[in-house]
């Protein structure tokens, strides 16, 4: 009979209806019918959603302790293999008779800086970094109204500690000390 | 008096579709002269989401084209990653793992189940089924895309499928969670055909609207479930046996007609069968390395990999048809030339023909069945 497939799609939308609020679920259960929580979005900015351990999205540069002694040796590896080539380093810093200048037995990077708005996340210059000097950070509320100001981020922005590093990821952290360790054995 | 006697001059009408049309899928403009409501004459045209993707591949590295693969067919972005990945293992001689084999197997198959999901929910939404089919496709999809950002870290650019198997290995307990979905998944499916299948709105916009037929569809070099619902049983998963697919047990669904509603319906068949392979390769999935050691060499050191003086040609049938990587190689770092062979594209250029003699409406929902995605398209 035509009106027949009509009829039982509006039967699912229906269910679906009574499924989003929780008497509908309980009318839903009385009639043993199953039933899924309906609800799948969330209010967001109010209510945010929790990310996966591995949820990237920028770059930054981590540093054991002080700010001073990062991982980061400018070998400018990652600049070389980014993609959409935003990264730009200059350095390595230099002493006054231009010899490298050395922090905590290392060389490290004049200026640092990534472009936000041309970095397409993808992950590739943690891929490369033989020191484990860059990670990924899941922040990702980084809009701004400033082209340079604002969506350019400098060293200063860019290093994190590696507590933060250990806090947002875990289990990568843990592997990335591990492998540190081992090194410095 | 004069009305009866002599006929109505009318007028051929052109009609600019698009760029910017809501149904267009995209920055995607039709040309269509139209007699009174029927079409007489369509061009499409492309070009407006242009980024000289292949330009750009020519020249950085082999592994840094990965995440701009993601941004070809965007929906995709795990299988435009297998494919390109198998084009340069065959360029460079690299083994897969076994492990690799078969996460990327599985990788590939949840996104047919996301590309057709979404892609039945965004042809409802065209022939006026505002939101409701969309947003049950939407709500499945996004638990897929959530295994996705677990696996890989990012739920659409997703980047993982490297040469010589997956960038890292799946979290722990992610592979259970995989097969719960997996085994729900049909569920699912039979609730959206239900909503669907036997409406009979739906059936009269569908059936025998926008008749592709068989021989047309060849000679036009069709791909994908557009070809299969005109009963052709090409498949590139079976008649070329790529990865580890010929281990898996699946049939390939054809449509009889090759009207929309067929390709709306080989559609859900082949999600059934993605279900199925899936089932099996979560199965049978061994354990060890997720990616092979000389894989993992080229994702350290990307400049380290100089394939030899040659070329490759690496396809995958991916959710829209053959998608494929041609790479030639002049012993560098960097491909001497890279082109992607689109099935977007391909399967677009013979809008026309399927369109001829139809309504205004109908074109709009042909558009939708042909299922295309303009960052494939123009690349
Ligand atoms: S972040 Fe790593 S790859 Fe980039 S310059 Fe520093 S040490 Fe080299
Ligand atoms: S995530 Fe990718 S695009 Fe962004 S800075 Fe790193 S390599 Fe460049």
Not at chain 1, 121 to 127: F, H, K, L
Not at chain 2, 64 to 78: E, G, Q
Not at chain 2, 279 to 308: C, N, Y
């Amino acid at each position: 009979m035509i009106g027949i497939g009509v009829l039982r799609g509006m039967g699912v939308t229906f269910k679906t209806f009574l499924e989003t609020y929780p008497w509908g679920r309980g009318l839903l259960r009385a009639l043993r019918i199953p039933t899924t929580n309906g609800l799948v979005t969330v209010e967001y900015p109010d209510v945010k959603q929790q990310h996966h351990e591995r949820f990237r999205y920028f770059p930054f540069l981590v540093y054991d302790q002080t700010p001073d002694n990062l991982r980061c040796v400018a070998c400018k590896i990652c600049e070389q293999e980014c993609p959409p080539a935003c990264i730009h380093i200059i350095g390595p810093a230099k002493d006054e008779q231009g010899r490298p200048a050395k922090a905590h037995g290392r060389t490290y990077p004049v200026e640092f800086d990534i472009d936000i708005s041309v970095c397409m996340s993808c992950r590739i210059c943690v891929d490369v970094c033989p020191f484990d000097a860059i990670e990924m950070d899941n922040q990702y509320e980084l809009s701004g109204f400033d082209r340079f100001g604002q969506m350019v981020f400098n060293k200063d922005k860019l290093l994190k500690p590696n507590d933060y590093f250990q806090r947002i990821k875990p289990t990568e952290a843990a592997t990335v000390d591990a492998r540190l360790a081992a090194k410095k054995k | 008096m004069n009305s009866q006697t002599h006929p109505i001059e009318t007028e051929l009408l052109e009609v600019s579709l698009g760029p910017q049309h809501p149904s267009t899928h995209g920055v995607f403009r039709m040309n269509a002269t139209l007699d009174g409501e029927t079409i007489v004459k369509l061009k499409p045209v492309m070009g407006y989401l242009h980024r000289n993707h292949e330009q750009i591949g020519e020249g950085i590295t082999y592994i840094a084209s990965f995440p701009f693969t993601d941004r070809l067919d965007y929906f995709c972005a795990m299988s435009n990653n297998f494919g390109l990945a198998l084009a340069i293992e065959k360029l460079g001689g690299i083994a897969v793992s076994e492990r690799g084999e078969y996460l990327r197997v599985i990788m590939a198959e949840l996104t047919r189940l996301i590309n057709h999901t979404a892609v039945t929910g965004f042809l409802l939404n065209d022939m006026g089924a505002f939101g409701t089919p969309l947003l049950y496709a939407f709500r499945e999809r996004e638990k897929i895309l959530d295994l996705f950002e677990a696996a890989s870290g990012s739920r659409m650019m997703c980047n993982y499928v490297r040469p010589g198997g997956v960038r890292e290995d799946v979290p722990e307990a992610w592979l259970e969670r995989a097969e719960k979905l997996v085994d729900g998944y049909p569920a699912f499916l039979d609730e959206f055909e239900k909503l669907l299948t036997e409406n009979e709105i739906i059936r009269q916009r569908c059936q025998h609207v926008g008749i592709l037929p068989k021989e047309l569809a060849i000679n036009a070099s069709a791909t994908g479930p557009l070809l299969r619902a005109s009963g052709v049983d090409y498949d590139i998963r079976k008649v070329d046996g790529y990865s580890i697919y010929s281990r898996f047990n699946f049939r390939v669904p054809l449509g009889t007609v090759g009207d929309v509603y067929d390709r709306y319906y080989v559609r859900i068949l082949e999600m059934r069968e993605s279900v199925k392979i899936l089932q099996q390769a979560l199965k049978e999935i061994p354990t060890g390395a997720a990616i092979s050691p000389k894989g993992l060499a080229m994702v350290k050191a990307p400049r380290t990999f100089r394939p030899p003086k040659g070329e490759a040609y690496g396809r995958i049938e991916s959710p829209k048809g053959e998608l494929g990587f041609y790479l030639v190689s002049d012993g560098t770092p960097q491909p001497y030339r890279y082109h992607i062979r689109a099935p977007s594209f391909v399967n677009l250029t013979i809008l026309e023909d399927m369109c001829l003699g139809h309504k205004v409406a109908d074109v709009i929902i042909i558009l939708g069945s042909i299922d295309i995605v303009m960052g494939e398209v123009d690349r």
